[in-house]
């Protein structure tokens, strides 16, 4: 069992930035592969990023491409993500995501959610 825990959502003006973090529980969090999804008011929740167990590994949607960094601490049990270059669009409730060793894009294939953190984009 896996329980995730986001936090550093907020309010922020576009072309900012926000650094979120998602600890877990568990002492196996290296086999992990983790991913971030987000869902904004009247929309299917979308992928947004994904990294391997190792951190070697990772793919983002073309919509964060370039904006947005995902990134893991083992040793933390916390994966990050990085978005700067904010926009309106971004704003969503963004959540972790976390299944057994391999990565994938599809939120079908996540075994374990976190609650979800805000984030809001002004223009």
């Known amino acids: 069992q896996v329980q995730l825990v986001e936090s550093g959502g907020g309010l922020v003006q576009a072309g900012g930035s926000l650094r979120l973090s998602c600890a877990a529980s568990g002492r196996t969090f290296s086999s992990y592969a983790m991913g971030w999804f987000r869902q904004a008011p009247g929309n299917e929740r979308e992928f947004v990023a994904t990294?391997?167990?190792?951190?070697?590994?990772?793919y983002y949607a073309d919509s964060v491409k370039g904006r947005f960094t995902i990134s893991r601490d083992n040793a933390k049990n916390t994966v990050y993500l990085q978005m700067n270059s904010l926009k309106p669009e971004d704003t969503a409730v963004y959540y972790c995501?976390?299944?057994?060793?391999?990565?994938?894009?599809?939120?079908?294939?996540?075994?374990?959610w976190g609650q979800g953190t805000q984030v809001t984009v002004s223009s």
């Open positions: 995501a976390a299944r057994r060793i391999y990565t994938s894009v599809s939120l079908r294939d996540y075994d374990y």
């Open positions: 990294v391997s167990g190792s951190g070697g590994n990772t």
